[in-house]
């Protein structure tokens, strides 16, 4: 007999952290079981702050992450990363390079570091990668970092989905690479700019200054539209540790700043309309898909040699649900 | 009065490019009117060769894509492109680059592109750019190259919902880009090496041989288990043209070893199924959201709170769904 999930959450509260390994894995595995102990551990959770960082394939994420859970650790805080890996639709593994990376923090009680597959069609990344992160949370992390690669939309809105949003760049990169970041800097509350020990860094964090002075640099305005936030851009380098400790001081004062205020708490409440959507969206299709897939298969043969439309499928599918 | 989309169906039968735009334009945009337009176009569709074409930022597609498409236009043959871009969740927009790369292309009626951004939350895409497809399809557009970024898993999977899948890879890439790769490997039909003017392609060329000779190189087997087609690595470059011509002869080499297989037949039946649950899945959550926004939007503030949580209510929300 499996033990009940909201055991594991008694045993999460108090610290175990073996619980917290177990009951992020039901909430991958979108288990129904676990749905009503996952409810109770969002209640519980609501203290630590949750930051978003993402950046383009080849910007320095992971070193940057593993120096950043250094530094936030030598502060005394615990500190918890759920690693979104952009690896195999099939297999559902994970980058081994990332956890190797890592494993000399994993000895540490205060440090907990998980990654989580996009797996293929299945869905369901976002609501168990936030569901991830409150169960860190509510075991007493104080600090809780969300990295996922800056493409794919789903990996996008997880990291929006955060107290504080950082932006890696780095310099260097390829064309195409520029141009796909050029759609998420703006969703920075922090720019990093990694790598900084290399020569053509400065360039890079010229460009970001003036693209912010152009103006889209204020993340957050007051009512009056007063600035609350100017967004920084820091300087990072995991060989020399160059910027590390401003980052983490960085983060912490974004934290002050808007963790208090009206716009801090439609934030939040966006944030919260956003994990209800997810959340839901997947209930909705799981029990849809249960409830039709027997019907898909009767239709497909007939829509793969387009005697049928998957348009007049759908509504025909459609028909049994009320809603 | 807009134009009704059966309308549109009519002259896009014809062959009027301008009707085609509009019709995108619809299906991009969700429209409910224009879905039974859409199935209609589906069932005209079917005599066009699919390929999906995808990898790392930063591999070079855009630029392969331009190749590709000159090189099969002198054939005599008509192309048309749905390229995927990873720009902005919140812009909407394009990347302008790959517009302007190809801009020498598009004064050829021959040849239509079309660029399509991954929006935020709306979901879609993978019903979209489809759609696409089959309106260049019904329109009488002998091939058609659907690009996408390989990362995230929408990207991916709508590269797989081809005839043919090209992977494409680049000498000199860092080292989570490689990593990245990994993850969309195994869906190539046809290995793409570009960039190979450079004097580190060989390297590229000879471990995705290597990779490939240990065991994950047939995609395509007979009932007997006689391998129908070995995944071969093509070495191009955009600078030089060598190796274009080559990538021409092997797509369609593959499309003729798949086409009348009862494996290509299956990969039809899976394409079909892909596109049944995606429409469906689209047209599930539009209703539900018009359904429940105003319900969600009352349990917001609660949720923010953590008094209420997303399992609880999103059970709440479910609750007046007949499934």
Redesign the interface.
Known sequence: MPVPSMDLVARLLKGDLRAAGRLMSRAEAGSEEA??A???V??A??KAHIVGLTG???S???TLVSKLVQTIREDGRKVGVIAID??????GGS?L?DRIRMSNLTMDDGVYIRSMA????TGG?ARSALAAVDILDAAGFDVIIIET?G???????IARASHSTIVVSAPG?????Q??K???L??ADIHVVSKCDRADANRTITDLKTMLAMGISVSMRNRDDKPLWQVPVVGTSAETGEGIGELVATMDRHRKAHHTTELG?ER??R???????????D???S???A??SER??A???R??R??L???????E??S????
């Open positions: 749905r009503a996952l409810g109770k969002y209640k959770a609501g383009v394939p080849g320095g994420k992971s952009p690896s195999s639709p099939f297999s980058i390079g996009t797996r293929g069609s990344l690669v493409v794919g939309q789903d990996e996008v809105e990169l390829g064309d195409d690479v141009a796909i050029a759609g998420i703006e969703i708490a939040l409440r944030i919260a309309e956003y994990r209800t959507f997810k959340t839901a969206e209930l909705l299709r029990r849809f898909f409830s039709t898909v298969a239709l497909v043969e829509i793969s387009r005697e439309d998957p348009f007049a499928a759908s509504d599918l459609m049994n649900v009320a809603l």
